[in-house]
Nanobody, 118 residues
Framework: QVHLAESGGGLVHPGDSLRLSCAAS????????MGWYRQAPGKGREFVAA????????FYGESVKDRFTISRDYAKDTVHLQMDSLGPEDTAVYYC???????????WGQGRQVTVSS
């Protein structure tokens, strides 16, 4: 079993930056693909960004690829999401995910609220 502990998020103004972090723990946490999804009010879940388990791949959703940066500390099984130039459209609950390969996620965190409002 893998446990994902998220941190960060909160309320910011348009144009601000915010950082989310997620630490994986458990017997099977090493070498997993890790990333983020989000879900805005009244909408379905949207892929945000992900890293492969071997460090060879980084992937972004179209709506964030020029503003968000995902990074990974493989030694600590931790993934970070740096979010810049935030806008109201980024308001959502952000979920950390992990799984054997990018696109297949067996584990989900509890979610962190990000609200962008003036």
């Amino acid at each position: 079993q893998v446990h994902l502990a998220e941190s960060g998020g909160g309320l910011v103004h348009p144009g601000d930056s915010l950082r989310l972090s997620c630490a994986a723990s458990g017997r099977a946490s090493s070498g997993l693909a890790m990333g983020w999804y989000r879900q805005a009010p009244g909408k379905g879940r949207e892929f945000v960004a992900a890293t492969s388990g071997n460090g060879n791949g980084i992937f972004y959703g179209e709506s964030v690829k020029d503003r968000f940066t995902i990074s990974r500390d493989y030694a600590k099984d931790t993934v970070h999401l740096q979010m810049d130039s935030l806008g109201p459209e980024d308001t959502a609950v952000y979920y950390c995910v992990a799984g054997p390969v990018p696109g297949t996620y067996n584990y989900w965190g509890q979610g962190r609220q990000v609200t962008v409002s003036s």
